[in-house]
Structures are given as structure tokens and as C-alpha cells.
């Protein structure tokens, strides 16, 4: 089946800290594999994605994601988180049938 | 800004009514993915359609259904609405080709309360 876990509903961290989101994909082929932010009120944006070669990838505003085909994750990563960073990420699997597969979403609160 | 635009931005109306929703994709861009978002569902994709044609399709009620014109913007029907139809709707378009595969621009989303 295929399918993206995304294990934590929220996660408070403290500005400057650094970030990791969890994201766990199931699927059969090589994927390809999206982070996408979305602030309160707000369409979704694009933060990175993986298709195929290098294991990390480098995104928008100090992101950066790490594909481990052995874990079957794809955890985002930022060194150093700003108040602005307070959103909701979701992580993203595009399928062959060209189907995109978004994860529940976990959502960041960053705290002074 | 996406280059995606959807209107409206808001719209409350009552159970049983029809309304459309519309959509103006990235200029250049073919394919055109409805969503719904909603706090119990989180989001779901609806349907996809490529320089006019149904193309996958997800998670789309009967009562709903979608088309995508020759200058390539979509709309979205949804008819006999349903206090649970209460949510937002996302428009998306992506660029033709593999290097665009799964890259997705979304629109601001249009709200939509049935009251």
C-alpha cells in the first residue's frame, strides 16, 4: 500500500533550536518525495523535493531534507529555527498513477 | 504568490445548493489537481486533470465533479452540499513534463461554509 506517515501532530521547539520533522513513506517503486509548508490562512508552498540521486536535498528558507531509502524516510531538517517557521508541514509522495499522497501533516510551534 | 489564483475566496451558503469554484492555473502549466482540506480529513486529493482531460482521480464524491476548459482553467461543482462538505478547497497546477512530476503549485484555497 502506499502511504506517508508523518508520526508527530505537532512539535513546539524554541527559536534558534534546530528542527527535525519525521516522515515515513511506504511504496514499491523509487519515489518521489516533497516537503510543503503551509502558513495559517495560506495555500501550501513548495520546500524541497527528492526525485533521484543525491541524499540531501537543499530547499527554501535554510531547509534541507535527508532521503534514507533503508528507513524509508525523508525527515526535514533546519539548523536554526525562526519564529517565522511556526506553520504546518506536510510531506508528500507522488505515486504512478499520478496520484500525490500527502502525509497528516505536523504542525510546528516555535516559542521565544 | 503561486501564479495560481481561485475564486472565490470565501463563499457560505446553505445545505442542498450547488456552487462552483473556479481556477486559473500557472500560465504554461497543463495539469490542474483539486483538494479538500478539512481539520477531520486533513488533505484530500480530489481529482487531477491534464490539458483537459480526467486524468486520476481520488477521494471525489458523486455529488462533485470537475472540468478543465481549453484555456486550461477548472472548475469544481459541488452540488447537494452537506454540512460536511464545510471546508477548503485547494486548486493546484503543476508543469508538463518529468522535471515538473509531482511538483505542485498550489492556489490560496477558496473557504467554503454550508450553513
Known amino acids: 500500500a502506499q502511504s506517508v506517515t508523518q508520526p508527530d501532530i505537532h512539535i513546539t521547539v524554541s527559536e534558534g533550536a534546530s528542527l527535525e520533522l519525521r516522515c515515513n513513506y511506504s511504496y514499491g517503486a523509487t519515489p518521489y518525495l516533497f516537503w510543503y509548508v503551509q502558513s495559517p490562512g495560506q495555500g501550501l508552498q513548495l520546500l524541497l523535493k527528492y526525485f533521484s540521486g543525491d541524499t540531501l536535498v537543499q530547499g527554501i528558507k535554510g531547509f534541507e531534507a535527508e532521503f534514507k531509502r533503508s528507513q524509508s524516510s525523508f525527515n526535514l531538517r533546519k539548523p536554526s529555527v525562526h519564529w517565522s517557521d511556526a506553520a504546518e508541514y506536510f510531506c508528500a509522495l507522488f505515486t504512478g498513477g499520478f496520484k500525490t499522497i500527502f502525509g497528516a501533516g505536523t504542525r510546528l510551534f516555535v516559542k521565544a | 504568490d503561486s501564479g495560481v489564483t481561485q475564486t472565490p475566496k470565501h463563499l457560505i451558503t446553505a445545505t442542498g445548493q450547488r456552487v462552483t469554484l473556479r481556477c486559473s492555473p500557472r500560465?504554461?502549466?497543463?495539469?490542474v489537481y483539486w483538494y479538500q482540506q478539512s481539520l477531520d480529513q486533513g488533505l484530500q486529493f480530489l481529482i487531477q486533470y491534464y490539458n483537459g482531460e480526467e486524468r486520476a482521480k481520488g477521494n471525489i464524491l458523486e455529488r462533485f465533479s470537475a472540468q478543465q476548459f481549453p484555456d486550461l482553467h477548472s472548475e469544481l461543482n459541488l452540488s447537494s452540499l452537506e454540512l460536511g462538505d464545510s471546508a477548503l478547497y485547494f486548486c493546484?497546477?503543476?508543469?508538463?513534463?518529468?522535471?515538473?512530476?509531482?511538483?505542485?503549485?498550489f492556489g490560496p484555497g477558496t473557504r467554503l461554509t454550508v450553513l
Open positions: 493546484a497546477s503543476s508543469p508538463a513534463g518529468t522535471s515538473g512530476m509531482g511538483e505542485q503549485f
Open positions: 500560465s504554461g502549466d497543463l495539469s
